[in-house]
C-alpha cells in the first residue's frame, strides 16, 4: 500500500504531539498515551467512596423491600401454608395441632402483623429459612443448600459464555458493518424470540430421544455417586451440555444485538477517526478502542438481564428435569410449600443482587470514570 | 443506493447524495402544524420497513384473534375420540391432539388468550412506567430518587419467581390479575429510560420557556413533553409486550395459570403431558413458531424504533455498503479518503469512484 509511510509519519506526529501535552511522558507506556486509563492510572487509584455508598444503600433498600415483599404476599391471600397443610392431611390433625403449626410458621392469628413482620426478620437474621412442608418438615435451607450449586454451575457456565461469544461476535459484526456477517443479526434475534422451554424441549426430541448422543435429564445418572472423580465430572458435563447449549442459542441474540448497535456509535466517535489516522493495526483500533468502549453497556446490561436469565433457567430445569432451585420453586408451588416459596424467592433475589454487585466492581474497573466520581 | 434512494423519495435530481436527499422533510415543517401532520410526524418511527413488516405480521396476529371464531374449523375444546393423534390432513391442517381437538383451531383460539393477556399486561405496564418515569423524570431531589430507587427495585427482583408465587396463591386466577401480575413485573425498565430522557429534556429550552409562561404542570407533561418521549414509549411498549407474551406462555406451559384459558403456552402444557415429544410434531412445533414469530414482529417494530432514535444504527451499514461498492473499505475510510483525494491516488480507485 501507498498509503503506509504517510500514516505512520502521521501516528509519529501525533503521539508526539499528544507526548508533548503529557505533564510526565517518560512514566508511562507510550502506546497508553491519550487513553482515559492512562491519565487515571497516573493519578493512583481513588476509592469513589460515593459511589460505593450509594451501590450499598440500593443493594439494602432492595434487600429489604424484597424480603417485605415476600412477606406479604402469603399473608395478603385467603388461604395460608397452614389451611393448605391442613387441607393435604385430610382432616387427620387436631385444632391443637393447627395452632402449633400457625406459631412454628410464624403465622398465629392472635399475633398482631407488625410483631410478624419482626419476627419474620428475627428468624432470617439466624439464617432461618422456616420448614418445608413438602420435604417433610425439613428446613427450608437445607433444600436451597442441596439444589443451589446446581443452579449457579448450570446458569453461571451459561451465561458466561454466552456473554462471551456474543460480545465478541457482536464486536466483530458492528466492525464489518454492511458485510456478510450482518445476517448474523435477525438469526440470533429470531433465536432469542423462542421460549427457553420449547427450545429445550426440542433439543430432547432432536439429540436425546432421537439421536441419542445427551442424556435427556437429570444432573447425572441416579446409580453414580456423586463426588471429585473423573466418572463422575464427565457425567456431570454430558447431562448439562443439552441445558447449555439451550440457554447459550437463546440469550445470545441479546448480547450481538446490543455489542453490534454499540460498536456502531463507538465506531463514529472522533477517537476512533484519530486512531485510525494514527495508523494503528485495524486489530488494534477494533478491540483496544472501539470494543473496549463499546463493552460498557455490555457489563450494565449484564447486571439488569440476570433477572431474565434465572427467570429462563426456571423452565430450563423443569424441562430437563435438572435439579436446581428453579425445580425447587416449581415443585414448592405445586406442594403448596409456601414457606420453600419464599426461602427460594429469596434465594434468587439474593442471587441477583450479588450478581449485580459484581457487575458493579467489574464496571469500575472498565470505566475510570466511575472510579472518579469523587475527584 | 443513490438511485434508489431517488426513487423512495422525491428529491430533485441535481441533489447528489442520498443524506442530502432525506432532508425533503423540512417541507413538512413549513406547513400548519394540523392534528393530522402532528399525527403523521408521531408516527414517522414505524415508517421504515422494518417497524412495517414487524406490524404487518403483527396485524395479520390482531386479525386472527379477533375473527377466530371465523377462521378455527372446529371447536379448539371439542373431543372427537375417533381421531385422535392424527398427522395434518385437509381435514385437520395441523392434526389433532390426544383427545382428538383439532390443534389449528387451538392455535387460532390460542392466539386470542395470548394477545388479550398480552396487550392488557403491556397497557397496565407502560401505563404505570409514564407515569412513574416522566414523574420520576420531572422532579427533582428525594421524590425523585425514591421513584427510581423504586423501579430500579422492581428490575433487579426476578420476574418470573414472582410471578409464579403470585399467581400460585390463587386456585383460578382471572385474566386480568394474570395480565397485572405480568405488567407488574415489566414496568420498571420502561419508566428507567423514561426518566432519564425527561431529565434531559426537562432543562431544554423550550421546557423552560413553557414553565416561564406558566403553563400548569400537567399541561407541559403532556403537551410538550409526551410528543418526544414518544418513540421511548413505544420502544417500551415493544419491549414489556415481549417480556409478556413470553411470560404467559411460559406460565402457561409450567401450569400454574388454569389451563382452561386457551393459549399457545397451554397448547405446548397438554403436548408435554401427554408425551407429544418427539413423535407428534404437528402439535408442538406450530405453537412454538407462532410464540417466535409474533417476538420477530416485536423485535422488527423495535428494530425500527431503534433506527428511527438512533440513525447510526441504519445509516452505518448502508454507508459502509455504498462504500464498498466504490471499492473501498469503511474500516480504512481516513486512508482511503485519503489517498483517493490526493493525486497520487491509483487510477483504479479514482475510476471506480468517478461515477459518483
Given at each position: 500500500m501507498s498509503s503506509e509511510p504517510t500514516t505512520s509519519a502521521a501516528q509519529t506526529t501525533a503521539s508526539q504531539e499528544l507526548a508533548a501535552a503529557a505533564t510526565d511522558p517518560t512514566a508511562i507506556d507510550p502506546t497508553l498515551i491519550g487513553t482515559t486509563a492512562a491519565r487515571s492510572e497516573r493519578r493512583g487509584p481513588r476509592i469513589p467512596w460515593r459511589f460505593i455508598g450509594g451501590r450499598v444503600a440500593f443493594y439494602a433498600f432492595t434487600l429489604w423491600a424484597a424480603i417485605t415483599i415476600n412477606f406479604f404476599i402469603p399473608r395478603l391471600m385467603k388461604g395460608d401454608a397452614v389451611d393448605a397443610y391442613m387441607a393435604r392431611s385430610q382432616g387427620q390433625l387436631t385444632p391443637d395441632a393447627e395452632k402449633a403449626l400457625r406459631i412454628l410458621f410464624g403465622l398465629d392469628k392472635s399475633t398482631p402483623l407488625g410483631q410478624q413482620y419482626l419476627d419474620y426478620w428475627n428468624m432470617l437474621l439466624h439464617g432461618n429459612l422456616g420448614y418445608s412442608i413438602s420435604t417433610g418438615m425439613a428446613p427450608v435451607g437445607d433444600a436451597i443448600g442441596s439444589a443451589l450449586p446446581w443452579t449457579i454451575g448450570l446458569v453461571g457456565v451459561a451465561t458466561v459464555i454466552s456473554f462471551v461469544i456474543g460480545t465478541l461476535l457482536g464486536a466483530v459484526v458492528g466492525w464489518r458493518r454492511g458485510g456478510k456477517l450482518d445476517v448474523f443479526v435477525p438469526v440470533t434475534t429470531f433465536l432469542g424470540t423462542v421460549p427457553y422451554f420449547w427450545l429445550g424441549l426440542i433439543f430432547i426430541a432432536i439429540f436425546?430421544?432421537?439421536?441419542?448422543?445427551?442424556?435427556?435429564?437429570?444432573?447425572?445418572?441416579?446409580g453414580v455417586d456423586p463426588g471429585w472423580n473423573a466418572d463422575f465430572i464427565g457425567e456431570v458435563i454430558s447431562h448439562a451440555a443439552l441445558p447449555v447449549l439451550t440457554i447459550v442459542i437463546i440469550s445470545l441474540g441479546g448480547w450481538v444485538l446490543g455489542m453490534r448497535n454499540m460498536m456502531l456509535t463507538v465506531l463514529d466517535e472522533d477517537y476512533i477517526t484519530v486512531a485510525q489516522a494514527k495508523g494503528l493495526p485495524n486489530r488494534r483500533v477494533l478491540w483496544r478502542y472501539a470494543a473496549r468502549n463499546a463493552v460498557l453497556p455490555q457489563v450494565q446490561s449484564f447486571a439488569l438481564a440476570l433477572g431474565f436469565i434465572v427467570s429462563g433457567t426456571i423452565v430450563m430445569e423443569m424441562v430437563f428435569s435438572y435439579p436446581g432451585i428453579g425445580l425447587l420453586l416449581l415443585n414448592a408451588t405445586s406442594a403448596h410449600d409456601y414457606a420453600l416459596m419464599q426461602g427460594v424467592f429469596l434465594v434468587l433475589v439474593l442471587a441477583v443482587l450479588v450478581a449485580n454487585i459484581v457487575a458493579d466492581i467489574a464496571y469500575a474497573f472498565l470505566d475510570p470514570r466511575i472510579r472518579q466520581t469523587e475527584g | 443506493m443513490t438511485t434508489e434512494a431517488r426513487k423512495k423519495t422525491t428529491a430533485p435530481?441535481?441533489?447528489?447524495?442520498p443524506e442530502t436527499a432525506w432532508?425533503?422533510?423540512?417541507?413538512?415543517?413549513?406547513?400548519r402544524t394540523t392534528g393530522w401532520s402532528q399525527l403523521k410526524l408521531s408516527l414517522a418511527m414505524f415508517g421504515n420497513r422494518k417497524s412495517a413488516a414487524g406490524l404487518i405480521i403483527m396485524g395479520v396476529f390482531v386479525l386472527v384473534a379477533i375473527f377466530a371464531p371465523l377462521i378455527a374449523?372446529?371447536?379448539?375444546?371439542t373431543q372427537n375420540l375417533k381421531e385422535t393423534l392424527q398427522p395434518p390432513s385437509f381435514e385437520h391442517l395441523l392434526g389433532t391432539t390426544h383427545i382428538g381437538q383439532d390443534v389449528f383451531s387451538q392455535l387460532v383460539f390460542g392466539t386470542r388468550g395470548v394477545l388479550v393477556v398480552g396487550f392488557l399486561a403491556t397497557i397496565m405496564a407502560t401505563v404505570v412506567a409514564v407515569v412513574v418515569g416522566v414523574t420520576a423524570g420531572y422532579l427533582r431531589g428525594w421524590k425523585s430518587e425514591s421513584l427510581s430507587a423504586l423501579s430500579n427495585v422492581f428490575l433487579v427482583i426476578p420476574g418470573l419467581p414472582l410471578m409464579i408465587i403470585v399467581a400460585s396463591q390463587f386456585q383460578d386466577p382471572p385474566l386480568v390479575l394474570i395480565a397485572a401480575v405480568l405488567g407488574l413485573t415489566g414496568w420498571a425498565w420502561g419508566a428507567r429510560v423514561l426518566r432519564a430522557q425527561t431529565m434531559s429534556l426537562r432543562n431544554r429550552d423550550f421546557i423552560q420557556a413553557a414553565r416561564a409562561n406558566g403553563e400548569p404542570l400537567f399541561r407541559i407533561i403532556l403537551v410538550e413533553m409526551l410528543p418526544n418521549l414518544l418513540a421511548i414509549i413505544a420502544s417500551s411498549f415493544v419491549g414489556t409486550m415481549t417480556a409478556a407474551v413470553l411470560g404467559l406462555t411460559t406460565l402457561a406451559f409450567i401450569g400454574v395459570i388454569p389451563v382452561s384459558n386457551l393459549n399457545w403456552g397451554t397448547i405446548l402444557f397438554w403436548a408435554q403431558q401427554n408425551n407429544a415429544?418427539?413423535?407428534?410434531w404437528w402439535w408442538y412445533v406450530p405453537a412454538g413458531l407462532c410464540i417466535a414469530l409474533l417476538g420477530v414482529s416485536l423485535a422488527l417494530i423495535n428494530f425500527g424504533i431503534d433506527e428511527y432514535v438512533n440513525p447510526r444504527l441504519r445509516s452505518a451499514g448502508e454507508r459502509a455498503r455504498a462504500m464498498k461498492r466504490k471499492g473501498m473499505n469503511v474500516n480504512a475510510a481516513v486512508t482511503v479518503v485519503r489517498t483517493g483525494s490526493?493525486?497520487?491516488?491509483p487510477a483504479a480507485l479514482r475510476a471506480e469512484g468517478a461515477p459518483e
Open positions: 436425546s430421544t432421537t439421536l441419542g448422543w445427551f442424556p435427556a435429564g437429570h444432573a447425572y445418572e441416579l | 435530481t441535481g441533489v447528489g447524495s432532508v425533503t422533510t423540512v417541507d413538512r415543517r413549513e406547513t374449523p372446529y371447536d379448539p375444546e415429544f418427539p413423535d407428534y490526493a493525486e497520487s491516488a
